[in-house]
């Protein structure tokens, strides 16, 4: 089935690391991403994981695939009130070779300064 | 690089008006793909473009159409539009290996009245 799933809310103190947590259920998924959106603009691509990687790194940036339990998360580290956003995780399914995106409900980040 | 342009930003129309949205994606990139994101539902998929062709399709009903011409811009089509179909219209434009993702619009806002 297709469906995946983050927590609503995420508070965090300016400077301490935010996880937002995502669970997906398709075992099929190639490629998942990570989206920023802020208010009144579209989507903008953080970061990707290929399914056959554990860990990927970019800057302030982690990203942990459990692939066995379907768990995604994304890691801020030092979390600015630049990064207060609404975060998509998004899985691509058909096997890659469509461009169609299944998205997470997005996960409120306020950062308190 | 420029990126992917989408217009109007905004549109106010009467029920059972139709309406059409453009999508310029990025030079080079033949896919585009359309979302759907409103409050309630969230982000869903309506269809993609892959040189002219439709390659795949979300659950909507067959009032939303598109296509794709050769310089790859993109329309999409509502007709007998409903209040339930104002959302955030959002394009994504891919290139055809989807490693680097899938760069989005800012949107078209919507209101049905």
């Known amino acids: 089935g297709e469906d995946v799933e983050q927590s609503l809310f995420l508070s965090v103190r300016e400077g301490d690391s935010s996880v937002i947590n995502c669970t997906y259920t398709d075992s099929s998924s190639t490629y998942l991403y990570w989206y920023k959106q802020e208010p009144g603009a579209g989507l903008q691509l953080l970061t990707y994981?290929?399914?056959?990687?554990d860990m990927k790194q970019d800057q302030r940036l982690t990203v942990l695939l459990n692939k066995k339990d379907k768990h995604l998360s994304l890691r801020i580290a030092d979390t600015q009130t630049g990064d207060s956003a609404i975060y998509f995780c998004a899985e691509s399914i058909d096997g890659g070779a469509t461009n169609k995106l299944i998205f997470g409900t997005g996960t409120l980040l306020a950062v308190q300064p | 690089k420029a990126g992917v342009t989408q217009t109007p930003r905004y549109l106010i129309k009467t029920r059972g008006q139709q309406v059409t949205l453009s999508c310029s994606p990025i030079?080079?990139?033949?896919?585009v793909s359309w979302y759907q994101q409103t409050p309630g539902q969230g982000l869903q998929f309506l269809f993609e473009?892959?040189?002219?062709?439709?390659?795949n399709k979300g659950n909507f009903p067959g009032r939303f159409s598109g296509r794709q011409f050769s310089n790859s811009r993109s329309e999409m089509n509502v007709s007998t539009l409903e209040l339930g179909d104002s959302a955030l219209y959002l394009c994504?434009?891919?290139?055809?290996?989807?490693?680097?993702?899938?760069?989005f619009g800012s949107g078209t806002r919507l209101t049905v009245v």
């Open positions: 994504a434009s891919g290139p055809t290996d989807r490693i680097d993702g899938y760069t």
């Open positions: 994981i290929f399914s056959n990687m």
């Open positions: 030079s080079g990139h033949r896919s």
């Open positions: 473009y892959f040189s002219e062709t439709q390659r």
